[in-house]
C-alpha cells in the first residue's frame, strides 16, 4: 500500500506540472504590414469623404444663411464648445497639440469658405510667434496681412465686413493703448483669446486677443473684456487690480493715469475691480465693455 501511494504521489509531483507546461497556447491571429495598410487607407480614405461632406452641408448652410441669418459668420461660443468637447475626448498617441491645430484648420477654412476673410496681425511683439499662432488657428488657406502695431490691426478690422486681428494680449511698448479704439458702439470687438486650449508646451503659445465684429448672439460671455481710464494709477492700485483679473496698462498722460485693458474672469465682477482700484488710491474716469471670450481649458497633466 505504501508504494502504491508514494507512486501516486511521485506522479502528481512531477508528471502534472510537466503536462501543463507542455501545453501550447492558442495560436494569436498578428495581422500582416500590407493588411495594417490597408486599414489605415481605409481610413484615410473615411476622413477625406467626411470632409467633403462637411463642405456640402457648408454649401447648404451657406444657402439657408441667405434667408434665414445676415451678419458674421464667426460663431466664438459655438468653437469654444467645439475645442472642449475635443480636448475631454481626445486620448491615445496622437499628440493633443496635433489633433487641436487640425480641427482649429478645419474651423477656420470653413468659415472662409462661408465668408472670405483675411488675418491681420500685429508683429510688434516677433515675427515668428506670431505667424506661428496664426498658422495654427487659421491655417495657410486665410490670407495673412502683417502690420507693425495694433493701432494698425485695429483700423484694418474697422474698415472690413469681417476681417480678424491679432493683437498680443500683454503690454508692449509700442503697441499703446489700442483697446480704446473698441470703445465706440460701432466698432470691433475682442471675440476670443488664443490660445484657447492652455498648456505650457503649447506650439502656439503666444497669447492674443482675436478682434473682429461677430454678432452678438453668437459671443461668448464666460470673461468680460473692459476698457477703463484710471487717474491716479501706481504700483498699489496696479497690485490690487492684478490680483482680482488680468490687467494690460499703459500710461495715460491725458488723465494723469493710465487707461487699463481688464479681463474679468467668470464669476468676478467689474465693481469688485473697480473698489480695489479706488481703495489703493486710483480714480475710476470711465469703463466700457470691449469684448469678451471663452475661459481658456487647462489641460489636466496627463493629457499634456
Given at each position: 500500500?505504501?508504494?502504491?501511494?508514494?507512486?501516486?504521489?511521485?506522479?502528481?509531483?512531477?508528471?502534472?506540472?510537466?503536462?501543463?507546461?507542455?501545453t501550447?497556447?492558442?495560436?494569436?491571429?498578428?495581422?500582416?504590414?500590407?493588411?495594417?495598410?490597408?486599414?489605415?487607407d481605409?481610413?484615410?480614405?473615411?476622413?477625406?469623404?467626411?470632409?467633403?461632406?462637411?463642405?456640402?452641408?457648408?454649401?447648404?448652410?451657406?444657402?439657408?444663411?441667405?434667408?434665414?441669418?445676415?451678419?458674421?459668420?464667426?460663431?466664438?461660443?459655438?468653437?469654444?464648445?467645439?475645442?472642449r468637447?475635443?480636448?475631454?475626448?481626445?486620448?491615445?498617441?496622437?499628440?493633443?497639440?496635433?489633433?487641436?491645430g487640425?480641427?482649429r484648420?478645419?474651423?477656420?477654412?470653413?468659415?472662409?469658405?462661408?465668408?472670405?476673410?483675411?488675418?491681420?496681425?500685429?508683429?510688434?511683439?516677433?515675427?515668428?510667434?506670431?505667424?506661428?499662432?496664426?498658422?495654427?488657428?487659421?491655417?495657410?488657406?486665410?490670407?495673412?496681412?502683417?502690420?507693425?502695431?495694433?493701432?494698425?490691426?485695429?483700423?484694418?478690422?474697422?474698415?472690413?465686413?469681417?476681417?480678424?486681428?491679432?493683437?498680443?494680449?500683454?503690454?508692449?511698448?509700442?503697441?499703446?493703448?489700442?483697446?480704446?479704439?473698441?470703445?465706440?458702439?460701432?466698432?470691433?470687438?475682442?471675440?476670443?483669446?488664443?490660445?484657447?486650449?492652455?498648456?505650457?508646451?503649447?506650439?502656439?503659445?503666444?497669447?492674443?486677443?482675436?478682434?473682429?465684429?461677430?454678432?452678438?448672439?453668437?459671443?461668448?460671455?464666460?470673461?468680460?473684456?473692459?476698457?477703463i481710464r484710471?487717474?491716479?494709477?501706481?504700483?498699489a492700485a496696479?497690485?490690487?487690480?492684478?490680483?482680482?483679473?488680468?490687467?494690460?496698462a499703459?500710461?495715460?498722460?491725458?488723465?494723469d493715469?493710465?487707461?487699463l485693458?481688464?479681463?474679468?474672469?467668470?464669476?468676478?465682477?467689474?465693481?469688485?475691480?473697480?473698489?480695489?482700484?479706488?481703495?489703493?488710491?486710483?480714480?475710476?474716469?470711465s469703463?466700457?465693455?470691449?469684448?469678451?471670450?471663452?475661459?481658456?481649458?487647462?489641460?489636466?497633466?496627463?493629457?499634456?
Amino acid at each position: 500500500m505504501f508504494n502504491v501511494f508514494f507512486d501516486f504521489a511521485h506522479r502528481l509531483t512531477y508528471q502534472w506540472p510537466r503536462d501543463i507546461v507542455m501545453t501550447k497556447p492558442p495560436a494569436i491571429d498578428v495581422p500582416s504590414l500590407a493588411e495594417l495598410r490597408k486599414d489605415i487607407d481605409r481610413i484615410d480614405e473615411s476622413m477625406h469623404n467626411l470632409l467633403m461632406e462637411r463642405g456640402e452641408i457648408i454649401n447648404r448652410l451657406i444657402a439657408t444663411k441667405k434667408t434665414q441669418e445676415s451678419g458674421s459668420a464667426f460663431r466664438p461660443a459655438r468653437e469654444a464648445d467645439m475645442m472642449r468637447r475635443l480636448v475631454q475626448r481626445h486620448h491615445g498617441i496622437l499628440p493633443l497639440d496635433t489633433a487641436e491645430g487640425i480641427w482649429r484648420v478645419i474651423i477656420a477654412t470653413f468659415t472662409h469658405v462661408q465668408a472670405p476673410f483675411a488675418v491681420h496681425a500685429d508683429l510688434s511683439a516677433g515675427d515668428a510667434l506670431m505667424r506661428d499662432s496664426a498658422r495654427f488657428h487659421f491655417g495657410f488657406t486665410v490670407p495673412f496681412v502683417p502690420h507693425m502695431g495694433a493701432a494698425g490691426v485695429v483700423a484694418a478690422v474697422s474698415d472690413s465686413k469681417g476681417d480678424l486681428g491679432l493683437v498680443p494680449a500683454f503690454a508692449t511698448g509700442a503697441a499703446g493703448a489700442w483697446w480704446t479704439a473698441l470703445e465706440f458702439e460701432s466698432a470691433p470687438k475682442i471675440i476670443a483669446r488664443l490660445p484657447f486650449v492652455d498648456r505650457a508646451d503649447h506650439p502656439a503659445a503666444l497669447p492674443v486677443f482675436v478682434v473682429s465684429r461677430a454678432a452678438p448672439d453668437s459671443m461668448v460671455r464666460e470673461v468680460e473684456v473692459w476698457s477703463i481710464r484710471v487717474s491716479g494709477w501706481g504700483a498699489a492700485a496696479a497690485r490690487a487690480a492684478a490680483a482680482l483679473a488680468e490687467v494690460i496698462a499703459m500710461p495715460d498722460r491725458a488723465f494723469d493715469g493710465a487707461a487699463l485693458l481688464i479681463s474679468v474672469p467668470a464669476g468676478g465682477k467689474l465693481d469688485e475691480i473697480t473698489s480695489a482700484l479706488v481703495k489703493a488710491g486710483a480714480s475710476v474716469r470711465s469703463s466700457t465693455l470691449v469684448g469678451s471670450h471663452a475661459t481658456r481649458y487647462t489641460v489636466p497633466a496627463k493629457k499634456s
